[in-house]
């Protein structure tokens, strides 16, 4: 997650001596014929049983934390409506602001994930309710972000970067009101709801989900119309207030967070340590951003639910640079950065990581066989002890030039499909078991086992699927 207040490519032309960072221009190309695009990350080694238990889904912290944060915002906008007319209400306001337009930001981030939550619904309607809270349509931004993650901050390809060089210090400045946010937001739902998509927008988004971003840009034209409605019949700037201008008032700390993310580092680069940086935070400010502040752990590991992010960070910080001590230690390094880079756009921030370890090997991330013989004649390949693959859990099993991955369900039963997501360059044996999909490690994409259908986005394409069998303790696997 970024602050993606703006698309990159909705930015004004840049200037001569700056990047073209555009979806649909020459670094859109030039990034994929040097590799860069869908390409493999590196990840920290993570012992195999330890990351098993940080990817476990619930739907207790969420809602916990849900509850609190709703029932802040409505004594907040409460006493603002009964303050009303009285000077002081000025303080409740804010407080409301803030609340409403950057912690939003966060609950969107995470619930877009589907990890918020155990339960897919919460995360879906939470999505929906905070998307329009911080101004992003949610189908459009689903799909952004997916591709930011994929792409991070490869020139041409990630939609979400945020501070493109050389810096633009004035539009950074709006965006603490929000100001660069309005028009494009309005313009583009506006155009959605008459049934248009951007030339940018064609390049992350499938056509299959034109229907649903059009849709949805109606309902929310009609919601902000309502409101403008009732602010005329009442007589009263509150509505407006409320819902809209909110995020005028309110949106300074998610910029404030989101800056943090990925300013001033490397871009083109397929290691989040190099562009990704973590910043250590208080209680309150993680709390408010949803341990976004593990922000490198959260882009190496995007299936880690929010509340197993401190844990994910104690297993990895030995083999990532040194986070950021906190809020004002992160700007003491992004400021002076974003100066140099407005006369030097190819400065960047250097980061001192430790050597590359192995993560693939048995043992961290997943899970890995490697057939030492050739199938029997009837095409069945024996790949390892029936003991290797437990309940909700996923292996990899490469056999020539090809990679498989076997699954066991909650329920115990046995599938295998293509061992990489057909929306990225992604194995998916590093994924989670959720019933009986299963889910990306980088998109959180999810196929049905049984059939390797799309079960959920951005995953489009089918996974091949085979026959895997348990035979006297060991696994066999049918190359047919």
């Given at each position: 997650?970024?602050?993606?207040?703006?698309?990159?490519?909705?930015?004004?032309?840049?200037?001569?001596?700056?990047?073209?960072?555009?979806?649909?221009?020459?670094?859109?190309?030039?990034?994929?014929?040097?590799?860069?695009?869908?390409a493999e990350w590196y990840q920290s080694p993570v012992p195999r049983e330890i990351l098993r238990s940080l990817l476990e889904r619930r739907d207790g912290p969420a809602i916990r934390d849900t509850v609190l944060w709703f029932a802040m915002i409505l004594g907040a906008?409460?006493?603002?409506?009964?303050?009303?007319?009285?000077?002081?209400?000025?303080?409740?306001?804010?407080?409301?602001?803030?609340?409403?337009?950057?912690?939003?930001?966060?609950?969107?981030?995470?619930?877009?994930?589907?990890?918020?939550?155990k339960t897919d619904w919460m995360n879906n309607a939470l999505y929906e309710v905070a998307s329009w809270m911080v101004m992003r349509e949610s189908?459009?931004?689903?799909?952004?972000?997916?591709?930011?993650?994929?792409?991070?901050?490869?020139?041409?390809?990630?939609?979400?970067?945020?501070?493109?060089?050389?810096?633009?210090?004035?539009?950074?400045?709006?965006?603490l009101?929000?100001?660069?946010?309005?028009?494009?937001?309005?313009?583009?739902?506006?155009?959605?709801?008459?049934?248009?998509?951007?030339?940018?927008?064609?390049?992350?988004?499938?056509?299959?989900?034109?229907?649903?971003?059009?849709?949805?840009a109606r309902i929310s034209l009609a919601i902000y119309l309502g409101v403008v409605a009732l602010a005329l019949a009442t007589g009263s700037i509150l509505p407006l207030l409320f819902f809209g201008l909110a995020n005028l008032f309110g949106s300074w700390l998610m910029v404030l967070y989101g800056l943090t993310q990925?300013?001033?580092?490397?871009?083109?680069?397929?290691?989040?340590?190099?562009?990704?940086?973590?910043?250590?935070?208080?209680?309150?400010?993680?709390?408010?951003?949803?341990?976004?502040?593990?922000?490198?752990?959260?882009?190496?590991?995007?299936?880690?639910p929010y509340h197993a992010l401190p844990q994910l960070h104690a297993c990895v910080k030995a083999d990532c640079p040194p986070p950021c001590p906190g809020l004002l230690a992160a700007y003491q390094e992004i400021i002076p950065t974003l100066v140099r880079q407005m006369k030097d756009p190819t400065h960047c921030l250097t980061r001192q990581i430790p050597q590359a370890k192995v993560c693939m090997a048995e043992g961290h991330v997943s899970a890995k066989f490697v057939s030492t013989a050739g199938p029997d004649a009837y095409a069945w390949i024996d790949v390892c002890a029936s003991e290797d693959l437990g309940l909700a859990d996923v292996i990899r099993f490469d056999h020539g030039l090809k990679t498989y991955a076997l699954y066991r369900d909650e329920a115990g039963?046995?599938?295998?499909?293509?061992?990489?997501?057909?929306?990225?360059?992604?194995?998916?044996?590093?994924?989670?078991?959720?019933?009986?999909?299963?889910?990306?490690?980088?998109?959180?994409?999810?196929?049905?086992?049984?059939?390797?259908?799309?079960?959920?986005?951005?995953?489009?394409?089918?996974?091949?699927?085979?026959?895997?069998?348990?035979?006297?303790?060991?696994?066999?696997?049918?190359?047919?």
């Open positions: 997650m970024t602050h993606p207040s703006i698309l990159a490519a909705e930015f004004p032309p840049p200037p001569q001596h700056s990047l073209d960072y555009s979806l649909t221009g020459t670094n859109a190309r030039l990034a994929i014929e040097k590799g860069l695009a869908e906008g409460s006493a603002t409506w009964m303050l009303w007319g009285r000077w002081w209400a000025v303080f409740p306001y804010l407080i409301y602001a803030v609340l409403y337009a950057s912690t939003s930001d966060s609950r969107w981030h995470e619930s877009g994930h589907g990890t918020a939550f189908t459009v931004w689903r799909w952004s972000h997916a591709r930011h993650h994929s792409d991070t901050i490869v020139v041409g390809r990630d939609p979400e970067i945020a501070v493109p060089r050389p810096p633009d210090i004035v539009g950074i400045i709006f965006s009101f929000n100001l660069s946010v309005y028009p494009k937001y309005w313009k583009h739902t506006i155009i959605h709801a008459i049934g248009r998509m951007t030339a940018t927008e064609k390049t992350f988004i499938p056509e299959s989900e034109f229907t649903k971003v059009y849709f949805k990925h300013t001033g580092l490397a871009e083109n680069v397929l290691d989040h340590r190099l562009n990704t940086r973590t910043v250590l935070m208080n209680l309150v400010n993680r709390y408010l951003y949803w341990n976004m502040n593990f922000h490198l752990e959260h882009h190496m590991f995007p299936l880690v039963k046995l599938f295998a499909t293509d061992g990489l997501c057909t929306h990225g360059n992604t194995h998916l044996s590093g994924g989670f078991v959720k019933g009986s999909t299963i889910e990306c490690p980088k998109h959180n994409g999810r196929f049905h086992l049984v059939d390797g259908s799309p079960a959920r986005p951005p995953v489009c394409r089918a996974l091949a699927t085979y026959r895997v069998e348990e035979r006297q303790g060991r696994l066999v696997f049918h190359l047919g």
